[in-house]
């Protein structure tokens, strides 16, 4: 039997940096042309690629043709014969504008554009129902990891009560080293920066912007109601101690930067992002260097916990790849992927209200009494203690706490009393712990 | 603003056991109605259950009107008023015929059939291909695990290599009951039946057939080529020794029932499931009780694993009901989620072909001359040995031998030349250890 000619998908693709190149040569490479055209059904045709300066050498795109290069985005996704958009340029605008005029359109766009989801995602999300088209993200959260498509679809029956993720893979090889060596914040960020794992300008990484952005996409998906990043509660790692992350391994956790969306009462949400003890035979305690996963506890469901790698070109690639035949199908089929266009009205949980427990490390000095006046400020803010170590240092000593479940009220009203005492000289790390005791105790 | 009213969704349900029931009550329990219907887009009315007997007593869906109970399966999916049928009868027939006759009218079906997806999964597809509609199938392999709609959507563009899965929960739960406790097979089978957690006739799960209809569905979906069930090589767990799952863990491996769907050369696969020792530091080694977990490399993506509850009534409902949601939402768009219809054709791979290193202990008369003979078989057979223990009992000693990899066929010669040697009284164990080296070593 012949076979009948291929239809063929035009794509445009905005962005050719790391992933932009691997998403190019996974659609160029001829070694591979065959096996795609047959998943997508489809031949899938690049007709050109947005890029700031047409003239610079891209050594990591062998097969892109020279002459699919534009400086003109705007130009390229005003052509009448494209199918597809992918939009890698990163950034609200133009990437916004660029991606809400294709959508109007009713062509599907593939993003990986986390800052512009974050910001525009709701309002973009429904743009695409209303005309009938896809707006692909997978490759926003998690890199390869799977999770905008099992929060939107899998999940979508499910009353999902939170989603923990480490989604930032240059904060976690930092925290995974400094507990693997013993080392200091500063000496680890250099490592990670001599590896090309960490930026010059590190900042949106350690201090959690990249993993807040994420945050807010994970808690509207989840929950389905507007979450603004400026609602995210963030705290980096900048201030994560070596000796804080080495005492958390010796009392039974890792630390790990989480970023954390949760039902807490009825229509009341919390999105945050802070460094987190968690219990070392919690799954996520034990997905180390660049790894990213999200763990997503539902009713129903119980516990899902997704894992891959959540950086790097052909990762993300791949991610993007999945969405791009996803949407290419759609569009052969004149179908699309519907999602909710309603979303429920859910107020952000000030931090206040909060409940986790602590970790608290106390320099004070070293006579009669000391931890009688500590344990006094533990009280007198409602704040009971679960353990406590005493470790010597000369005329001083440290003291090491773990508190049961309390508000971030009564702790943060603890850490003022402890200020005001003499006999502390000072107060060092302080790191929510998640799921180290039983609710409810 | 009036909100519009809900358009409805009418499901039928054929099937009221464990999974069934718990989707009845998230289905028909008032108190989650609200959240469902703005999830779905639609108000989701069940109109009829097909049970085997409707007079039985139902106490775990305490939520379901007696009057919707039917023994009338056929006649109720003959029914001319319904948008979608969930198929929970489980078995060949009559689930094929009655979710061959939706499919053709057009009608989404969303099942959980293991069996009838590895018998009849391609044809099934297509034929919901052909008539623009839904077949839903997440809860047929991995429970709560989302690795069809992972492997259908968004691996759709990605080059797989193997996808390994731990998919049936009794025989991880006997497994790990066996490392954990030091205990016998027969031992933990007989607890793991007072718990519930075996059947009083345990053959489809500790003999593999359970995990073989899942190993096929994954392959066929992985690589896109037909896989029929009886291509699949299956050995179960009624042969793993205590010892040998004790003596696994001493050199750093879990013992895991793994289902395995591995692209071996051009157009060449394998489909197999047999008891594996898998690294401890290896994600799947961690995976205890009655989890299932999937692991999948992909050549851009790298390593996945989704990890989630592989079974019990509500994790697997929920699964049933993420495919539900999804199928309504299409229903209403006038939308289905397309996928390739064609398959490429690929020839199972003989498991003579196959590489794997191997355990094996045998038990030996303790006199000297005798490591050389059995290194002899070894050699002699082309199989180089990684490590070997001995371990004395008395006159006897026992080996324990890691060999590097080799071929099934090369293994079996090894085999049959030891069991003529004098010295040899027994051979014990024999594991198939998987990432345990370098390939290619």
């Known amino acids: 039997m012949p076979e009948s000619p291929l239809p063929v998908i035009r794509i445009a693709i905005l962005g050719c940096g790391n992933v932009g190149a691997s998403l190019v040569e996974l659609l160029l490479d001829p070694a591979g042309a065959a096996d795609l055209a047959r998943r997508a059904g489809a031949r899938l045709e690049v007709v050109g690629v947005a890029v700031a300066d047409a003239s610079k050498a891209r050594p990591s795109a062998p097969h892109l043709p020279v002459a699919l290069l534009t400086e003109d985005a705007a130009g390229l996704v005003a052509r009448d014969d494209l199918d597809l958009v992918v939009e890698l340029m990163g950034g609200l605008e133009p990437a916004g504008s ?9 062509i599907p766009v593939v993003t990986g554009n986390k800052a512009l989801l974050a910001d525009r995602g709701l309002e973009l999300g429904v743009l695409a129902q209303t005309h009938g088209t896809d707006l692909g993200f997978e490759a926003a959260v998690g890199g390869v990891v799977p999770v905008i498509r099992t929060l939107r679809e899998s999940f979508a029956g499910e009353s999902i009560t939170r ?6 893979g240059t904060t976690n090889f930092i925290l995974s080293t400094m507990a693997d060596q013993g080392s200091s914040y500063d000496d680890v960020l250099a490592e990670a920066q001599a590896l090309g794992y960490a930026e010059a300008d590190p900042t949106a990484d350690v201090e959690g912007y990249d993993a807040a952005a994420k945050a807010a996409i994970l808690a509207r998906l989840a929950f389905g109601c507007p979450v603004p990043i400026e609602s995210v509660y963030r705290e980096g790692i900048t201030g994560v101690r070596g000796v804080d992350v080495s005492f958390a391994r ?3 956790f890792a630390v790990k930067l989480l970023a954390i969306a949760e039902q807490v009462g009825d229509g009341e949400i919390s999105a945050r992002v802070h460094p987190t003890m968690v219990p070392l035979d919690h799954p996520l305690a034990s997905v180390g260097g660049a790894f990213n996963a999200v763990f997503i506890e539902g009713r129903a469901s119980g ?11 052909l990762p993300t690639a791949s991610a993007v790849l999945g969405d791009v035949i996803d949407a290419a199908r759609h569009r052969l089929a004149g179908s699309y992927s519907p999602a909710p266009t309603s979303s429920i009205d859910c107020s952000p949980v000030g931090l206040d209200e909060l409940r986790s427990a602590f970790y608290l490390s106390i320099d004070v000095a070293d006579r009669p009494g000391v931890l009688a006046a500590v344990a006094t400020a533990f009280g007198d803010n409602h704040i009971s203690i679960r353990s ?17 479940t309390a508000t971030e009220r009564d702790m943060a009203a603890t850490l003022a009393s402890l200020e005001t005492l003499d006999v502390v000289d000072a107060i060092g790390g302080v790191l929510r712990v998640i799921d180290g005791e039983e609710e409810g105790n």
Chains 1, 2 share one sequence.
């Open 98 to 106: 660029l991606v809400a005029s294709v959508l109007t359109r009713g």
């Open 163 to 168: 989603v923990m993720g480490i989604v930032n």
């Open 250 to 252: 010796h009392l039974g």
């Open 303 to 313: 516990p899902v916990m997704l894992y891959g790698q959540g950086a790097g070109g």
């Open 388 to 404: 406590m170590e005493q470790v010597g240092l000369g005329d001083e000593a440290r003291l090491i706490f773990l508190t049961h």
